[in-house]
């Protein structure tokens, strides 16, 4: 699975996996051989479909094929913009939206709560309060109208819905040139009444006036608890998501345009792709790199890996995710644009470490440290036609000798030795009064050790021991730090893929088509019912709310013509012991509850679940369960991108593998290391350190007393021999 | 990490006018090394008076050199309090809320502390009359001496600097 730049007209491109990012609109194109190749164009926010059709036709020259004769063969198109989250960021939309809520809670936005004050920021900002501050709300506090109701916690209505109130504010919203009315009231994903009734009226008015204003339930789109997150998101879907639709639509004609067959599909935060048609847009603002954990998901399906931790550096941010049994966790209220959300999203744990991060000597206590801003792109000094002026960890490796200048990123950008050497010496090496070497060691160590800390805080955290777990590690710097960071940790296996650095963008076109719906409930399962009572009460309702979930899904998937027969669905809770605090996530084998026999299967995964992640002793099914959460995700199969297979030859690399070796800095010493091309290494192949394997846009580092061999997928998998 | 700021940031940073990406981004570097004497310098051009700001002690009062063994409270106005270690509320003009109406007439029914159990102290300049600080204490408390810097620990340890003087001014 190499880029391949032949002129060979008989390829035909079937994935089609387009990233349009804040610059730059990035392809990831794949024939049905598995073979892939990379497109770039210069983003065009005014209209994206164009930036797509130019990067598009860029990763097709590649291959000599014209955009017309190729759209035709693509049986997979995944698109993912930032638009929507910039107009979160930059807290500017096209369009005008008015809110009503529960009166008394007209400043729940301005309020936000305390973690939205941090949420977002470095550690220590997060750590230190006179760094806090209260992010701008998305709307104005005069574009917001109470309305006199009250539904309980359980659902119960407290105060009836004051018709006249929601009439009023109907109406001067609408004075108001509003394009769409937001309505939050207070647990309304218990009790929808109100919001629904709110709607009717403001349906009449809207009518009445033949205005075009939309009116979007909070119910209707996020029936979970807690408010802010719960306005937070309904006001994002008006505010950021609906404007998107018509970029998305001029994309998908673009396609149509072209003689693409294929319905164009966008990556969405729960880890599957959905139709431009979706109801749900908001969940496609995805701020996190979780193409790595679908990638990485899809290959370990292939190839019988289940437990995996997933581990994706970059230029600024170190990611960590786990899978188990072939299945991620998912993250329920995350952060996007320093607001906190009701979306179901992959659930990663971001560090502000990479390739990229600055390294500086703190003037209080003299100790060298890292981030958390970085050169990002910019890679670090030593690439001397960027502006960087501060030592980065990049510009150490490179003093180290385990980049090589001439060659990085294949030689398209110009990295100068000389400098990185110079600059540390003054930066670091001389303030810390050490050799120069010395100290760009002492850097690479610090990342690593930090690394390494937060990586087994992962696993160990979440109650699993390295052991059970495979550790991936992709991302254009994962690889030349793969060695440092699972030291001694003890992973079953350390495995690297030669595509490294392509592993995000492969995992957007591995994506399954798929929604997935939540809604929160309190259905207790008390200890002393029969199994026939509580199938009748709790059971049946959890059935009745799975089944409602069922039916949004097979709404959206007749948006696109697709029937119900076509969908594979699966259904989720979260469950607890009936009064903690902290639900678990259960994968139910069950589709149905409201038998005695399948409750009590569902209870038994349950109790597996919770014996697995917090121990037998702990598990206390004489207090009861609590269902907090019913899900439910709907899947219909797409094409998905080859996974190589080459039969292994022998543990001898070939000739044309081995380049010229180069004196390293390896711990305190120069040693000579072998230098191999990381694309001419062969499945079987064994490579020892001290060794540096270099890619077009990877760099696999090789320490001594390590070694790898290449395996039939052209993985590496990588041992510590010493 | 700039080791210093250009000297309009220091002059938006004393006035509270930076943006706020501006303002975090300073709070979350390494201190520039040369921001005391930035702020201070900035501080000694605004005062219409000579005798060197030694620190600046609260809103509008200043520790200023007399001569180099004397240091006082000064107000930007030019009211000079007392000794640097003394206690310039002393030497103010105060005004006492001891009285549900005196409360009432700054706060909502309801909304201000019993007088029983709490006074405010309002402290303001007999020179220019400003309100310098309030203090909210249980009656009879003494006046509290907010603020007792040690100058001499600060210049030769913190950041080895000779304290000015009106000669070296």
């Known amino acids: 699975m190499a880029t391949s730049e032949d002129e060979d007209t008989d390829r035909s491109p079937e994935v089609l996996s387009i990233d349009a990012g804040g610059t730059m609109t990035d392809t990831f194109l794949m024939d049905e051989g598995g073979e892939f190749t990379i497109g770039k164009a210069k983003t065009t926010p005014d209209d994206e479909s164009r930036g797509f059709v130019n990067s598009s036709e860029d990763a097709l020259d590649d291959w000599g094929l014209d955009i017309d004769e190729s759209f035709p063969s693509l049986t997979s198109t995944v698109y993912s913009g930032t638009a929507m989250l910039n107009r979160l960021v930059e807290r500017e939309s096209e369009v005008n939206v008015g809110v009503l809520t529960t009166g008394g809670m007209e400043d729940t936005l301005r309020m936000g709560r305390g973690r939205q004050s941090y949420t977002g920021y470095s550690y220590s900002d997060r750590l230190h309060v006179n760094t806090h501050k209260h992010p701008e709300p998305l709307i104005e506090r005069d574009m917001i109208r109470g309305v006199r109701e009250r539904i309980d916690v359980k659902g119960n209505e407290l105060v009836p819905l004051y018709e006249d109130d929601v009439r009023e504010g109907v109406k001067d919203l609408l004075d108001r040139d509003v394009d769409h009315i937001v309505v939050m009231f207070m647990h309304s994903y218990q009790n929808e009444s109100h919001e629904r009734r709110t709607k009717e009226l403001a349906q009449e008015i809207i009518d009445a006036q033949d205005a075009e204003t939309t009116v979007m339930l909070s119910s209707e789109y996020y029936p979970t608890l807690k408010e802010l997150q719960r306005l937070n998101t309904t006001v994002a879907e008006a505010y950021a998501a609906e404007p998107s639709r018509e970029q998305l639509t001029n994309v998908q004609e673009a396609v149509d345009d072209h003689g693409g067959d294929i319905g164009v599909r966008v990556m969405a935060s729960h880890g599957g792709t959905i139709d431009i048609e979706a109801n749900e847009l908001a969940r496609t603002m995805i701020s996190g790199p979780i193409g790595g954990m679908i990638g990485a998901n899809y290959f370990g399906r292939q190839t019988g890996y289940e437990n995996m931790v997933c581990t994706d550096i970059g230029g600024t941010s170190f990611d960590m995710g786990i899978i188990i049994d072939n299945d991620w966790e998912i993250d329920y209220n995350p952060e996007m644009a320093r607001l906190l959300l009701t979306l179901p999203m992959v659930n990663m744990e971001s560090v502000g470490a990479g390739t990229g991060s600055y390294v500086r000597v703190n003037p209080t206590f003299d100790t060298i440290e890292l981030g958390p801003e970085s050169a990002g792109d910019q890679v670090g000094v030593s690439a001397v036609e960027t502006d960087v002026d501060t030592v980065t960890v990049t510009d150490c490796h490179v003093a180290m000798g385990w980049i090589d200048p001439e060659n990085f990123l294949g030689g398209d950008m110009p990295i100068d030795r000389a400098v990185a050497e110079r600059e540390i010496r003054e930066q670091v090496a001389t303030p810390m009064n050490l050799g120069v070497h010395e100290a760009a060691q002492g850097v690479v160590d610090i990342l690593e050790n930090k690394l390494r800390n937060d990586l087994e805080a992962v696993v160990t955290g979440a109650g699993y021991s390295p052991s059970n777990f495979k550790c991936l590690s992709y991302g254009g710097g994962g690889p030349v730090h793969t060695a440092g960071y699972t030291r001694g940790l003890g992973f079953d296996e350390v495995l690297v893929p030669e595509f490294a650095a392509a592993f995000s963008a492969f995992g957007c076109g591995a994506a399954d088509y798929e929604y997935r719906y939540d809604q929160t409930t309190s259905i207790d399962i008390d200890p002393n019912v029969s199994m026939e009572e509580a199938a009748d009460t709790a059971g049946a309702r959890l059935t009745e709310v799975w089944s409602n979930l069922e039916e949004k899904i097979v709404d959206e998937f007749s948006n696109s013509n697709i029937g119900r027969d076509e969908i594979d669905f699966q259904y989720h809770i979260l469950g607890q012991y009936q009064g903690q605090l902290n639900s678990i996530d259960i994968t139910s084998p069950v589709a149905k509850a409201n038998e005695p026999e399948k409750l009590e299967q569902l209870l038994e995964t349950f109790e597996a679940g919770y014996r697995r992640q917090y121990s037998e002793e702990a598990r206390s099914p004489e207090l009861g369960h609590t269902i907090t959460q019913a899900s439910v995700r709907g899947v219909q199969n797409v094409t998905k991108p080859k996974i190589p297979e080459e039969e292994p030859v022998g543990p001898e690399p070939p000739e044309a593998a081995f380049k010229s070796p180069r004196n390293a800095y390896w711990d305190g010493n120069w040693l000579e290391t072998r230098i191999y091309d990381l694309h001419e290494l062969e499945p079987g192949n064994k490579v020892s350190g001290p060794a540096v394997l270099e890619g077009a846009a990877t760099t696999f580092v090789l320490p001594p007393e390590y070694e790898t061999h290449l395996d039939r997928h052209r993985v590496h998998h990588l041992k510590h021999t010493g | ?169």
Not at chain 2, 25 to 52: A, C, G, Y
Not at chain 2, 68 to 95: M, P, S, T
Not at chain 2, 130 to 141: A, D, F, I, W
């Open chain 2, 1 to 169: 990490m700039p080791d210093t700021y250009p000297r309009e940031i220091i002059e938006d940073l004393v006035d509270d006018s930076l943006e706020w990406d501006q303002l975090h981004d300073m709070m979350s570097k390494f201190k520039d090394t040369d921001r005391f004497q930035q702020v201070r310098e900035v501080l000694q051009e605004r005062v219409d008076w000579e005798d060197p700001i030694i620190i600046p002690y609260a809103e509008h009062l200043y520790i200023v050199a007399k001569s180099a063994d004397r240091w006082v409270i000064k107000c930007d106005c030019g009211h000079e309090f007392c000794e640097h270690d003394q206690n310039w509320k002393r030497e103010a003009l105060i005004n006492v809320r001891d009285s549900t109406e005196a409360y009432r007439e700054i706060y909502p029914e309801g909304m201000h502390p019993h007088p029983d159990y709490m006074e405010l102290r309002e402290f303001f300049c007999p020179g220019c009359k400003t309100l310098l600080e309030v203090e909210n204490m249980m009656p009879g408390y003494p006046l509290v001496h907010t603020f007792e810097p040690d100058i001499e620990t600060f210049y030769d340890e913190w950041i080895d600097e000779p304290i000015p003087t009106p000669e070296s001014a």
